[in-house]
C-alpha cells in the first residue's frame, strides 16, 4: 500500500464549477500536508501548506485536513480555464524535508 | 526573486553515456532537494542535502547515480553510465528551514532521455 493515494483522474469540470481533490493516507504520524499545482512541462509550485488539522483559506482555494480520518481535500471555487493543470498533494512528519507525495490529479475546467 | 534554476532543460543521450544534470537553488536556502518524476512512479524523492552535506540518499536507485552539492548555490546528479530506464524529468528543489521554515520550491526539470 501506497503512503499517499490520490485519484489519478483526469477530472474534466465546466468554468466555474467547484472543484474538490482529495488524497488519504496511512501513516498517522504525518502533521505537514501541502498542495502542489504542476502545469505541462513545468515544475511543481507550491499552492498552500497547513500543519496537523484544520482548514486553511487563501483566495479562491482552501485547504482541509481530517487527521482522524487520514484524508486531506483542496477545494478550488469559481474555478478557470488557468486551474488545468495536475495537482499533488504531499505530506511530511516532522518538517518541510522527507515528502511523502500522491501521483497527482489531473484537472481540466472547460470554458 | 529567481527561483531555482535547472540546467539543461532537456537532454537527449544515447545509452552508456555519462549524463550530469545541474541545479542552482534560491539564495539562503539551506537544503537541496533531487526528484524524479515518471508517468508509472510519479515524484520520487532521490536524495537531499542539508548545509551542502547529503543527508538522505535511501532514495538513489543504483550506484550508477550520484549526486555532490560543492557548495551552497551549486549541486549535480550524475548518471553513469545511463539506461534508457533513467528516461524521466528529475526535479531540484530548495527550501529554508528555520523560524522561516517553508515547504520546498521547485525548478522546472530537466527533460531526460536516454536512447
Known amino acids: 500500500q501506497k503512503e499517499v493515494e490520490q485519484d489519478p483522474g483526469p477530472l474534466s469540470v465546466p468554468e466555474g464549477a467547484i472543484v474538490s481533490l482529495n488524497c488519504t493516507y496511512s501513516?498517522?504520524?504525518?502533521?505537514?500536508f501541502m498542495w502542489y499545482r504542476q502545469y505541462s512541462r513545468k515544475g511543481p509550485e507550491l499552492l498552500m501548506y497547513?500543519?496537523?488539522?484544520g482548514n486553511k483559506e487563501d483566495g479562491r482555494f482552501t485547504a482541509q485536513v481530517d487527521k482522524s480520518s487520514k484524508y486531506i481535500s483542496l477545494f478550488i471555487r469559481d474555478s478557470q480555464p488557468s486551474d488545468s493543470a495536475t495537482y499533488l498533494c504531499?505530506?511530511?512528519?516532522?518538517?518541510?524535508?522527507?515528502?511523502?507525495f500522491g501521483s497527482g490529479t489531473k484537472l481540466n475546467v472547460k470554458p | 526573486d529567481a527561483g531555482v534554476i535547472q540546467s539543461p532543460r532537456h537532454e537527449v543521450t544515447e545509452m552508456g553515456q555519462e549524463v550530469t544534470l545541474r541545479c542552482k537553488p534560491i539564495s539562503g536556502h539551506d537544503y537541496l532537494f533531487w526528484y524524479r518524476q515518471t508517468m508509472m512512479r510519479g515524484l520520487e524523492l532521490l536524495i537531499y542535502?542539508?548545509?551542502?552535506?547529503?543527508?538522505?540518499d535511501s532514495g538513489m536507485p543504483e550506484d550508477r547515480f550520484s549526486a555532490k552539492m560543492p557548495n551552497a548555490s551549486f549541486s549535480t546528479l550524475k548518471i553513469q553510465p545511463s539506461e534508457p530506464r533513467d528516461s524521466a524529468v528529475y526535479f531540484c528543489a530548495s527550501s529554508l528551514a528555520g523560524p522561516d521554515n517553508q515547504p520546498q520550491h521547485f525548478g522546472d526539470g530537466t527533460r531526460l532521455s536516454i536512447l
Open positions: 497547513t500543519y496537523s488539522s
Open positions: 542535502f542539508n548545509n551542502n552535506v547529503p543527508i538522505d
Open positions: 501513516n498517522s504520524a504525518f502533521q505537514y
Open positions: 504531499a505530506m511530511s512528519l516532522y518538517n518541510f524535508n522527507k515528502f511523502y
